[in-house]
């Protein structure tokens, strides 16, 4: 619920705290990566990430990843090649099998794939009888590579083949890729058999892994109603794995705390059911945050139960607004429970904005404020750049007798940290690209920020450049190169399109940095983002911090730029949805792909992501229509 209120580091110091309980809580540890990677914190979100992936990966995913980590060591000799590994100081002699594997990936890479099948054959007859595991890695690899050389059925049998011998009947990495190879086929045979398989994966696993492959499959059989069925189901499996409360979790925790209402009605919910057992408050918040907030007093009136005070507060706030009957039942919350830091928070907010005689005399009791100046001392800690809590620390202090200077230290450092954020709020030229990295292969979406910054050249230089050494970060010789190209096309679109606003363009010099380097960046799907990042240094035009792009950018003229399709769309759009942003720009020709993924629920898709054909359209989303009026 916090992080869906966007109060990340209080969420933060609750999650830490449960994991330090309990490390193994892989719930908790998954919650704490996310909350990581919504504050851009990378590096310590993919180091929980790699934990994560370390105790257990999806069903039939490890030898996958495994072999994709082979073929990517091939594609790369210098980061793989080699009989040796580096494990920490120590360099590790590769397993011979693991060798011979590595280098049927070698053979395929050099367009040798019938050589690299019969390497891949020869090691499965040698450890057939000797390692089981090692025995259906290389038939596997085998499959994949008649895969990927077009030779379905040659897949299939070899994976078939496997599945009559005993111990490999339901391996999960022989059915899953199966699976794989019955949709590419696509006879009505094989779907069917993909069906009965994924059926048998959500029997043992749940929906989260097979339902929206189940979606997908029942579509092509002309299935609807179940193709409907699986879709809603996708959709709240995937919910739940990224975090997303259910309506029935968010009633029950505005029960129990001093929530704001009215930012609880503006959230998205796919379901409004409650427990049978639900109590009359939970009964009144539910038809607060789904109807008339008028009509739960009616509930409230009547009840013969006396309703949570807090509960009470805040319906009432939200229907009388912050008169004094909402006042009164938070006052008396307070003096139940003073380590209730939202509900202290708001009434030391309302006292801000309308001075309440009642409100001063209820944080004046010693066994209130020793309480909550506790509660904002603990709050000052968690989040010192937090301006409300130094706000909120002024207003507490101002109530207390000899507490004005302590109030007007507390209110200049607020006003000052209120200056700062919005300073950054007003910054021009970061912008949040949607990046992949990869965890043994397989690609995993990534959000991070790309900067366009600019100075004045020297004394008798002329500007207006984007020199090679000003791009920053771990990037490779292939982005570089892109950069430049997109900083000159969009320097000259700009020039077309906004002569009025960027007179100065040539006054300035420009650099460019990428933040994500826990492994180098490359290729040109950064074009879009890269693209809007300077043209919001050139006009001075902040992009909202809630939306993210990915794709090519192509000049076709000096104000026409193209937008061209980008890969691995799917785990960009997941890690867009991860990030909890509200607007992923794609390119036009990655909406076919995306609307036939298993991975990102079709609803999904309609809710966050939004296609363009080219750069005025992703400027127009990103800036808004009042920047070409």
């Not at 890729?177 to 006879?187: C, D, K, N, R």
């Not at 259910?246 to 029950?252: L, P, S």
């Not at 109030?407 to 950054?424: G, I, M, N, P």
């Amino acid at each position: 619920m916090l992080v869906e209120l966007g109060e990340l580091t209080q969420a933060e110091a609750e999650v830490a705290a449960m994991l330090e309980e309990s490390v193994d809580d892989l719930e908790a540890l998954r919650l704490y990566s996310k909350i990581k990677h919504m504050r851009g914190q990378l590096s310590l979100a993919l180091a929980c990430h790699a934990q994560l992936q370390a105790r257990g990966s999806a069903p039939g995913e490890s030898a996958r990843m495994h072999l994709e980590s082979m073929l990517r060591m091939a594609q790369d000799p210098e980061r793989g090649a080699g009989e040796f590994l580096a494990v920490g100081q120590r360099l590790v002699q590769k397993p011979a099998a693991y060798l011979a594997l590595e280098e049927a990936f070698r053979l395929y890479v050099a367009r040798r794939p019938h050589e690299a099948r019969v390497v891949c054959r020869r090691a499965a007859a040698r450890y057939r009888e000797r390692d089981a595991e090692v025995y259906k890695l290389s038939i596997l690899a085998e499959a994949w590579i008649s895969e990927l050389s077009g030779d379905l059925e040659a897949a299939c049998a070899a994976l078939e083949r496997l599945g009559q011998e005993r111990g490999f009947e339901a391996d999960l990495d022989r059915v899953m890729a199966l699976v794989g190879l019955y949709e590419l086929i696509g006879a009505r045979d094989k779907l069917e058999a993909a069906v009965n398989i994924c059926r048998f994966l959500e029997r043992s696993f749940g929906p989260r892994f097979v339902a929206g492959r189940l979606a997908l499959l029942q579509r092509r059989l002309g299935r609807e109603a179940e193709a409907i069925r699986y879709e809603e189901s996708h959709l709240a499996a995937y919910r739940r794995w990224m975090h997303r409360p259910t309506f029935g979790e968010v009633v029950r925790v505005a029960a129990r705390r001093a929530l704001p209402l009215e930012r609880l009605r503006s959230m998205t919910f796919i379901e409004h059911d409650l427990p049978e057992d639900s109590s009359s408050d939970e009964i009144a918040i539910a038809r607060t945050l789904v109807g008339d907030p008028a009509e739960p007093a009616h509930i409230l009136a009547a009840g013969e139960e006396a309703l949570d005070l807090k509960c009470r507060a805040s319906l009432v706030a939200l229907i009388e607004g912050e008169g004094q009957r909402a006042v009164s039942l938070g006052v008396r919350a307070l003096r139940t429970d003073p380590s209730d830091s939202h509900l202290a928070g708001w009434l030391l907010d309302v006292h801000a904005r309308t001075p309440r005689e009642e409100i001063a005399e209820a944080f004046r009791e010693r066994a209130v404020a020793s309480r909550v100046l506790a509660e904002l001392e603990l709050a000052v800690k968690t989040a010192p750049a937090d301006a409300r809590v130094w706000r909120r620390l002024a207003i507490f202090f101002g109530l207390q007798p000899g507490g004005r200077e302590q109030q007007a230290q507390f209110d200049e450092r607020a006003a000052a940290l209120e200056l700062a954020a919005q300073d950054r709020a007003r910054a021009s030229g970061k912008v949040l690209a949607a990046a992949i990295y990869r965890f043994f292969g397989r690609p995993c979406g990534l959000i991070h920020e790309v900067w366009a910054t600019r100075e004045m050249p020297p004394a008798g230089q002329a500007g207006g450049a984007l020199r090679r050494d000003d791009i920053l970060g771990a990037v490779t010789d292939e982005l570089r190169d892109s950069v430049r190209n997109t900083f000159l096309a969009v320097r000259e679109y700009a020039r077309a399109k906004f002569p009025h606003r960027t007179r100065d363009i040539l006054d300035y010099n420009y650099c460019y940095k990428v933040t994500k380097e826990d492994e180098p960046s490359s290729g040109v799907s950064a074009g879009i983002p890269t693209g809007l990042a300077f043209l919001s240094l050139f006009l001075q035009q902040p992009v909202a911090a809630d939306v993210v792009s990915t794709g090519t950018l192509v000049a076709d003229a000096h104000d026409v730029l193209t937008v061209g399709p980008v890969g691995d769309i799917e785990p960009k759009v997941d890690a867009a949805f991860h990030r909890n942003l509200r607007m992923i720009i794609l390119p036009r020709g990655n909406r076919a792909q995306l609307e036939q993924s298993a991975l990102v629920p079709r609803a999904v898709t309609r809710e966050i992501v939004r296609y363009v054909g080219d750069f005025d359209e992703a400027a127009r989303l990103a800036f808004g229509e009042l920047l070409f009026t």
